[in-house]
Each structure stands twice: as C-alpha cells, then as structure tokens.
C-alpha cells in the first residue's frame, strides 16, 4: 500500500471536462485500485482520485463537489466509516452518494456501512459491469433526487414570494381603507401608526399574563397589529356635519356617532361575506371596530358589555385609542401633556380599562411616550385634513 497523492493521474483525467459527464470521487489508498478505477470509468465519467481519508473529504469539500463517491473502508488514519461519518455530517456533502468499495465482506460490515449514510456496497475484487451498472442506478437516483429538491425550493421561494406579496396587497388595502376614513377626521394624523405600535406594546407585555396568555401568541399579536387600523373604518359612514363638528355633539348626533361602531363591524363582515371564507385578522378587526368603545364597567357602547365580556383586542384597542387622543390635538380639544394622560388613564382603571391592561400600560408608558414623539402630525398631514374639513363644510 502506498499514500501517494493520486489526484492527478493524467492530464487527460484531470483537465475540464464535458458538462454532461458526473464526476466519481475515487478514495482508495492502493494505487493499484485507484488506477484501475480510472481505467474502468473514465470513458463515462470524469473522475477524481485520492490516496487517503483526509485528501477525499478535502476534495469533497471543494466548491464543485463529486456526484458520487467510491470509498474504500481499509485506510491508514482514517478509514472509511470515519470517512463516510465525516461526509454525511457536513451540509456541504451530506447529500453526495457513497458506495463503500471494499475487500470487507462480512455482512454485519455491510450492515454497519449502510447504517452510516452509504447508497451500496461492492466487495473487491470487483466486476466493472457491476460497479458501472450500480453507479448509473445510484447517478440517476441522485437526478431525480436532485431534481425534486430544486423544484421544491424553487416551489418554496415562489410559494414565499406569492404570499409576501399577498401580505403587502393585504397590509397597502388596509391601510389605504384606514386612512381614507381618517382623512374625514380633521386632526387624526399618524393616529393608525401610533395605535399599531400602541397596541402591539400591550400585547407583548401581557402574553405571558395568566388572563391573556392563551390569548396573545405570536400570530395573534401579528393579527392585531394589522387590524388595528380598522378600528375607525365604520366613520366613513358617519355624515360629516357630525363626524368635522368642532364643538359638542348633541344627544341626537352622538347617536349617530355611536354606529360608526357597528358600521365598522358590518362593512368589514361584508367584506369578509364577499370573500366567501374566513381570515383571521378580519375576525379581530370585526371585535376591534365593533368593541373598542365598551368599557370595563359596562357603560360604554354599542353593547354595554363589560369585563371579560369585552374581547380582549377591543380591550387593548381601548386603550391605545384613548391614550392617543388625550395627547394629540382635535377638532373639540387641546392636546394634554404625557403625565395628564397617564394621570387620566389610571384613574379611569376598573371603570373604563381592564386594571391589567393598565398596569401593562404604566410598565410601557415610557414606551408610549417614545412612538407618540416617533411618529408625531406632521404639519403637511394636517393641512390637508383641515383643507378636506373645510371644503366639506362649504
């Protein structure tokens, strides 16, 4: 036996081959073997040799990896077991097919080599139509394992891009539906982008809440964030004398006011009814536009439901809705300073919040205030919401 490094037989062997030839890694550390695999298969193939463990892994491992490996169990250093460990081990080899190519021929070998990772096995002294009938089997399984691989991630990566683009259509029309109901409302600014961060905070804080948890999973969270900007869709239905009023509504028009509530819920069932199945954020955008005005006393409306009858999105929703417009600026108000919000918001916990929703709230506050300065009116913004109110009050 010799540990000659064989990898460069002959020019011939080792020059560019054609496109359409699968290359054989050979292992073997008897030159004798080496040269007569290379006779046996360089016709079919192009091949490549190495005298020991060592020198195939690293050939293995190259950029252009073998389509198949002939490998020799009986090696100084590292034998073939070891070897073959090796390949089916690394990401990069794992999928190359070995066929063991041995003098060893007791059946609890072969056995054993199997169980390693190996496609077959061929005892020495070898016949060259068996050994080249076995690697046209094992090649062209290897094509078609090959193939269905590629078209499945090629069906992976169209299947991702599809949905990413149906997720940003999705995310555009719901957002655009949004703001053209607060377009209506003269001074809502970036009330949506606040009220998503807003909420999206909450419900983080209380996923692992015993009243909340079952609740509040990633994926729900994910759904709130996008329904959120719903929660006002119904407004669009509320005429604009009452909805641009600056001053205060009277009993008659805080009525109507009130069914932006339920024109919210049934423009967004209708929606879902033309769709013809159910989607899951639009069955909490449904509990958030129809349920974000209750309170937890029961005093609130369209319902009057109270505790955990309110759903707990509306919940939520409640109070990041509340938050936003005691510190921003409307057509009937001042805004208020960070501290009279929260001063407002603790006192109203029991009656128009859920207590643990507010004590999540005053663990965040500082985190409230940092979105509400983030994404704050900007004066283009609402310019043209006073435009809209005052070409709609001519």
């Not at 073998?66 to 009986?74: A, F």
């Amino acid at each position: 036996m010799t540990n000659t490094p064989m990898t460069a037989m002959t020019p011939e062997v080792n020059s560019v081959h054609a496109p359409e030839k699968s290359t054989i890694l050979v292992i073997d550390d008897t030159e004798s073997y080496l040269y007569l695999m290379q006779s046996i298969l360089s016709d079919s193939y192009h091949v490549q040799l190495a005298s020991s463990g060592l020198q195939g892994l690293e050939i293995a491992n190259a950029f252009d990896s073998p389509d198949l490996i002939l490998l020799d169990i009986l090696m100084p250093t590292m034998d073939g077991y070891e070897v073959c460990r090796q390949l089916k081990a690394n990401v990069h080899t794992h999928d190359i097919p070995v066929i063991f190519l041995t003098a060893k021929s007791a059946e609890d070998d072969e056995k054993f080599g199997l169980e390693l990772g190996a496609v077959d096995y061929i005892t020495k002294p070898i016949s060259p139509a068996i050994v080249l009938a076995r690697l046209r089997t094992q090649l062209a399984l290897k094509a078609a394992t090959d193939f269905l691989r590629d078209q499945n991630s090629f069906l992976a990566h169209e299947v991702t891009e599809h949905t990413r683009e149906v997720s940003a259509i999705e995310d555009v029309t719901i957002l655009a539906m949004a703001s053209l109901a607060e377009t209506r409302d003269s001074d809502t600014g970036n009330h949506i982008q606040r009220t998503q961060r807003y909420v999206k905070a909450l419900a983080w804080k209380l996923a692992t809440h015993p009243r909340f948890s079952e609740f509040l999973s990633a994926q729900t969270i994910g759904l709130l964030f996008k329904s959120v900007p719903l929660h006002d869709i119904g407004k669009v239905g509320i005429p604009d004398r009452i909805l641009l009023k600056p001053g205060k509504l009277t009993h008659e028009e805080f009525e109507i006011m009130k069914t932006h509530t339920t024109l919210g819920r049934d423009a967004i069932a209708h929606a879902e009814h033309m769709l013809g199945c159910e989607v899951a954020f639009l069955k909490i955008a449904k509990e958030i536009a129809y349920s974000h005005q209750e309170k937890w006393d029961g005093t609130g409306y369209p319902q009057g439901i109270k505790g955990d009858q309110i759903p707990i999105s509306a919940r939520l929703m409640a109070l990041a809705d509340v938050y936003d417009a005691l510190i921003n600026r409307r057509t009937y108000k001042e805004p208020m300073s960070h501290a009279e919000a929260v001063n407002i918001i603790v006192q109203a916990s029991g009656r128009h919040f859920d207590p643990d929703v507010v004590d999540a709230f005053m663990a965040l506050q500082d985190n409230f205030q940092f979105i509400a300065m983030s994404f704050t009116d900007s004066a283009e913004d609402l310019q043209m919401k006073r435009n809209y109110m005052a070409i709609a009050n001519m």
